[in-house]
Protein backbone atom coordinates (compact mmCIF):
# COMPACT_ATOMS: atom_id res chain seq x y z
CA UNK A 1 0.00 0.00 0.00
CA UNK A 2 1.28 3.31 -0.82
CA UNK A 3 0.93 6.24 0.88
CA UNK A 4 0.12 9.77 -0.93
CA UNK A 5 1.00 12.01 2.11
CA UNK A 6 4.61 12.20 2.17
CA UNK A 7 4.33 12.86 6.26
CA UNK A 8 2.31 9.55 6.71
CA UNK A 9 5.12 7.54 4.81
CA UNK A 10 8.12 9.30 6.75
CA UNK A 11 6.34 8.31 10.16
CA UNK A 12 6.19 4.70 8.91
CA UNK A 13 9.35 4.28 7.48
CA UNK A 14 10.44 5.38 10.98
CA UNK A 15 8.21 2.98 12.75
CA UNK A 16 9.42 0.49 10.50
CA UNK A 17 13.03 1.26 11.71
CA UNK A 18 12.70 1.50 15.39
CA UNK A 19 10.98 -2.38 15.24
CA UNK A 20 13.36 -3.69 13.01
CA UNK A 21 11.16 -4.35 10.00
CA UNK A 22 14.01 -2.26 7.80
CA UNK A 23 17.78 -1.66 8.68
CA UNK A 24 18.71 1.46 9.85
CA UNK A 25 21.78 3.18 8.84
CA UNK A 26 24.95 2.71 9.99
CA UNK A 27 26.08 5.23 12.91
CA UNK A 28 28.86 7.20 11.27
CA UNK A 29 31.78 7.71 13.66
CA UNK A 30 33.48 10.88 14.06
CA UNK A 31 37.09 11.56 14.58
CA UNK A 32 38.20 11.93 18.61
CA UNK A 33 39.88 15.70 19.46
CA UNK A 34 43.55 14.86 18.85
CA UNK A 35 46.59 17.25 20.85
CA UNK A 36 48.23 19.04 18.26
CA UNK A 37 50.92 21.48 19.06
CA UNK A 38 50.30 23.91 16.22
CA UNK A 39 46.82 24.83 17.17
CA UNK A 40 45.68 27.61 19.66
CA UNK A 41 46.64 31.45 19.38
CA UNK A 42 50.38 30.95 20.17
CA UNK A 43 50.88 26.99 19.17
CA UNK A 44 53.63 26.08 16.69
CA UNK A 45 54.93 23.04 14.20
CA UNK A 46 56.61 20.23 16.44
CA UNK A 47 59.77 20.49 13.82
CA UNK A 48 60.62 16.60 14.95
CA UNK A 49 57.41 16.12 14.31
CA UNK A 50 57.45 17.64 10.87
CA UNK A 51 60.51 16.27 9.90
CA UNK A 52 59.26 12.69 10.42
CA UNK A 53 55.96 13.26 9.07
CA UNK A 54 57.80 14.51 5.45
CA UNK A 55 59.56 10.95 6.23
CA UNK A 56 56.65 8.86 6.15
CA UNK A 57 55.22 11.12 3.04
CA UNK A 58 58.27 10.43 0.93
CA UNK A 59 58.58 6.83 1.58
CA UNK A 60 54.51 5.92 1.95
CA UNK A 61 52.65 8.30 0.36
CA UNK A 62 54.23 9.99 -2.30
CA UNK A 63 53.92 6.88 -4.26
CA UNK A 64 50.80 7.83 -4.82
CA UNK A 65 49.66 10.84 -3.94
CA UNK A 66 51.13 14.97 -5.22
CA UNK A 67 52.04 17.79 -2.96
CA UNK A 68 52.24 20.07 -5.98
CA UNK A 69 52.44 23.50 -3.79
CA UNK A 70 55.30 22.66 -2.11
CA UNK A 71 58.35 23.60 -3.36
CA UNK A 72 61.88 21.59 -2.19
CA UNK A 73 62.81 25.08 -0.77
CA UNK A 74 59.81 24.89 1.60
CA UNK A 75 60.66 22.40 3.49
CA UNK A 76 63.43 24.89 4.97
CA UNK A 77 60.85 25.48 7.31
CA UNK A 78 60.57 22.44 8.42
CA UNK A 79 64.30 22.78 9.80
CA UNK A 80 66.86 21.26 7.24
CA UNK A 81 69.62 23.41 6.10
CA UNK A 82 70.02 24.65 2.40
CA UNK A 83 72.76 21.95 1.54
CA UNK A 84 70.49 19.53 2.83
CA UNK A 85 67.72 20.96 0.58
CA UNK A 86 69.96 20.79 -2.71
CA UNK A 87 70.44 17.60 -1.75
CA UNK A 88 67.37 16.53 -1.41
CA UNK A 89 66.27 17.93 -4.21
CA UNK A 90 68.80 16.53 -6.00
CA UNK A 91 67.38 12.86 -5.89
CA UNK A 92 64.75 13.77 -7.71
CA UNK A 93 64.38 13.38 -11.71
CA UNK A 94 62.46 16.51 -13.24
CA UNK A 95 61.28 17.42 -16.69
CA UNK A 96 62.29 20.21 -17.89
CA UNK A 97 62.34 22.10 -21.30
CA UNK A 98 62.85 22.09 -24.15
CA UNK A 99 65.70 22.87 -25.11
CA UNK A 100 67.39 24.61 -27.88
CA UNK A 101 66.32 21.53 -29.78
CA UNK A 102 62.66 21.49 -28.85
CA UNK A 103 63.07 18.66 -27.06
CA UNK A 104 62.00 18.16 -23.27
CA UNK A 105 64.53 16.37 -20.88
CA UNK A 106 64.77 15.30 -17.01
CA UNK A 107 67.74 16.46 -14.89
CA UNK A 108 68.35 16.68 -11.32
CA UNK A 109 65.83 18.70 -9.22
CA UNK A 110 66.83 22.38 -7.68
CA UNK A 111 65.29 24.26 -4.51
CA UNK A 112 62.92 26.16 -6.55
CA UNK A 113 61.45 22.93 -8.32
CA UNK A 114 58.28 21.86 -6.77
CA UNK A 115 58.24 18.41 -5.47
CA UNK A 116 57.34 16.12 -8.57
CA UNK A 117 53.88 13.68 -8.66
CA UNK A 118 54.55 10.45 -8.80
CA UNK A 119 52.64 10.27 -12.15
CA UNK A 120 52.86 12.23 -15.80
CA UNK A 121 49.09 12.71 -15.72
CA UNK A 122 45.34 12.22 -14.23
CA UNK A 123 45.04 9.20 -16.48
CA UNK A 124 47.98 7.89 -15.30
CA UNK A 125 47.35 8.03 -11.75
CA UNK A 126 43.92 6.48 -12.42
CA UNK A 127 45.07 3.62 -14.35
CA UNK A 128 47.71 2.81 -10.81
CA UNK A 129 44.47 2.98 -8.50
CA UNK A 130 42.12 0.58 -9.98
CA UNK A 131 40.08 3.82 -11.55
CA UNK A 132 40.33 5.88 -8.39
CA UNK A 133 42.27 9.72 -8.94
CA UNK A 134 44.81 9.84 -5.74
CA UNK A 135 44.04 13.41 -4.20
CA UNK A 136 46.83 15.72 -3.65
CA UNK A 137 47.93 16.41 -0.38
CA UNK A 138 48.92 19.91 -0.25
CA UNK A 139 45.81 21.50 1.27
CA UNK A 140 43.76 18.25 2.08
CA UNK A 141 44.02 19.09 5.58
CA UNK A 142 41.88 22.09 5.08
CA UNK A 143 39.71 20.27 2.28
CA UNK A 144 38.36 17.50 4.97
CA UNK A 145 35.99 18.82 7.51
CA UNK A 146 37.38 18.14 11.11
CA UNK A 147 40.57 19.04 9.33
CA UNK A 148 43.86 17.21 11.39
CA UNK A 149 41.68 14.80 14.01
CA UNK A 150 39.58 13.76 10.56
CA UNK A 151 42.78 12.33 8.77
CA UNK A 152 44.52 11.35 11.66
CA UNK A 153 41.33 9.25 12.17
CA UNK A 154 41.26 7.74 8.98
CA UNK A 155 45.19 6.84 8.53
CA UNK A 156 44.52 4.98 12.26
CA UNK A 157 40.85 3.75 11.58
CA UNK A 158 41.08 0.68 9.18
CA UNK A 159 40.42 -2.58 10.73
CA UNK A 160 37.65 -5.95 9.35
CA UNK A 161 34.51 -4.81 7.98
CA UNK A 162 31.97 -6.54 10.99
CA UNK A 163 29.87 -9.81 10.06
CA UNK A 164 26.85 -7.74 9.11
CA UNK A 165 28.47 -5.04 6.40
CA UNK A 166 29.32 -6.02 2.89
CA UNK A 167 31.78 -4.59 1.71
CA UNK A 168 32.48 -3.22 -2.04
CA UNK A 169 34.57 -4.99 -4.45
CA UNK A 170 38.26 -3.18 -4.00
CA UNK A 171 37.56 -1.23 -1.07
CA UNK A 172 38.91 -0.85 2.44
CA UNK A 173 36.67 -1.17 5.59
CA UNK A 174 37.02 2.40 7.27
CA UNK A 175 34.39 4.22 9.44
CA UNK A 176 35.56 7.34 9.23
CA UNK A 177 35.00 7.57 5.21
CA UNK A 178 31.91 7.99 3.28
CA UNK A 179 29.96 4.72 3.50
CA UNK A 180 32.84 3.56 5.70
CA UNK A 181 34.71 2.16 2.79
CA UNK A 182 37.53 3.44 0.85
CA UNK A 183 39.69 2.29 -2.29
CA UNK A 184 42.82 3.04 -0.51
CA UNK A 185 44.57 0.03 1.17
CA UNK A 186 45.69 0.99 4.71
CA UNK A 187 49.07 3.06 3.74
CA UNK A 188 50.21 2.76 7.55
CA UNK A 189 51.62 -0.65 9.75
CA UNK A 190 54.14 -0.90 12.08
CA UNK A 191 57.50 0.27 11.99
CA UNK A 192 56.98 0.84 8.29
CA UNK A 193 59.85 3.42 8.12
CA UNK A 194 62.98 3.89 10.59
CA UNK A 195 62.90 7.38 11.65
CA UNK A 196 66.50 9.39 11.87
CA UNK A 197 65.98 10.69 15.61
CA UNK A 198 64.77 6.76 17.28
CA UNK A 199 61.23 7.79 17.43
CA UNK A 200 59.53 4.49 17.58
CA UNK A 201 57.29 4.06 14.14
CA UNK A 202 53.92 2.91 15.83
CA UNK A 203 50.86 3.69 13.40
CA UNK A 204 49.66 6.30 15.85
CA UNK A 205 53.21 8.16 15.65
CA UNK A 206 53.62 7.92 11.79
CA UNK A 207 49.66 8.84 11.55
CA UNK A 208 50.19 11.96 13.96
CA UNK A 209 53.40 12.81 12.53
CA UNK A 210 52.73 12.50 8.90
CA UNK A 211 49.31 14.63 9.88
CA UNK A 212 51.23 17.50 11.57
CA UNK A 213 53.34 17.88 8.07
CA UNK A 214 50.18 17.92 5.85
CA UNK A 215 49.18 20.73 8.26
CA UNK A 216 51.95 22.27 7.71
CA UNK A 217 51.95 21.73 3.71
CA UNK A 218 48.21 23.47 3.95
CA UNK A 219 49.31 26.35 5.98
CA UNK A 220 53.06 27.00 5.90
CA UNK A 221 52.77 30.63 6.70
CA UNK A 222 50.73 29.17 9.95
CA UNK A 223 53.42 30.65 12.48
CA UNK A 224 53.96 33.78 10.99
CA UNK A 225 50.53 34.72 10.42
CA UNK A 226 50.39 34.06 14.23
CA UNK A 227 53.51 36.55 15.02
CA UNK A 228 51.85 39.03 12.73
CA UNK A 229 48.53 38.78 14.92
CA UNK A 230 50.84 39.05 18.23
CA UNK A 231 52.38 42.47 17.33
CA UNK A 232 49.34 43.71 15.72
CA UNK A 233 47.34 43.57 19.29
CA UNK A 234 50.37 44.92 20.61
CA UNK A 235 49.83 47.61 18.54
CA UNK A 236 46.29 48.05 19.19
CA UNK A 237 46.79 47.81 23.02
CA UNK A 238 49.97 50.73 22.80
CA UNK A 239 47.25 52.26 20.34
CA UNK A 240 44.37 51.60 23.31
CA UNK A 241 46.33 53.58 26.03
CA UNK A 242 47.36 56.40 23.92
CA UNK A 243 43.86 57.17 23.03
CA UNK A 244 42.37 56.62 26.52
CA UNK A 245 45.50 59.08 27.98
CA UNK A 246 44.57 61.85 25.06
CA UNK A 247 40.89 61.43 26.15
CA UNK A 248 41.25 61.77 29.70
CA UNK A 249 43.88 65.33 28.93
CA UNK A 250 41.34 66.26 26.49
CA UNK A 251 38.41 66.28 28.26
CA UNK A 252 39.95 67.73 31.85
CA UNK A 253 40.76 70.57 30.17
CA UNK A 254 36.87 71.05 28.50
CA UNK A 255 35.97 70.65 32.06
CA UNK A 256 38.59 73.76 33.20
Same mark, same amino acid.
Given at each position: ???????????????????????????? =?????????? @???????????????? @???????? +??????????????????SKAEIAALAAEYEVADGPNDDGDMFTRPGIPSDH????????? =??????????????????? +?????????????????????????????????????????????????????ADGTGASVEQMAHDVTTFLAWAAEPTLEARKRLG??????????????? =??????????? @?
Amino acid at each position: MTHKNPCIALLIAVALVAVGMVPALAEE =AHPEKQDWSH @QGPTGTFDRGALQRGF @QVYREVCS +ACHDLKYITFRNLGDLGYSKAEIAALAAEYEVADGPNDDGDMFTRPGIPSDHIPSPFANDN =AARASNGGALPPDLSLIVK +AREGGEDYIYALLTGYRDAPDDFTLGEGLNYNPYFTNSQIAMPQPLFEEAVEFADGTGASVEQMAHDVTTFLAWAAEPTLEARKRLGFKVMIYLLILVGLMY =AVNRRVWKKLK @Q
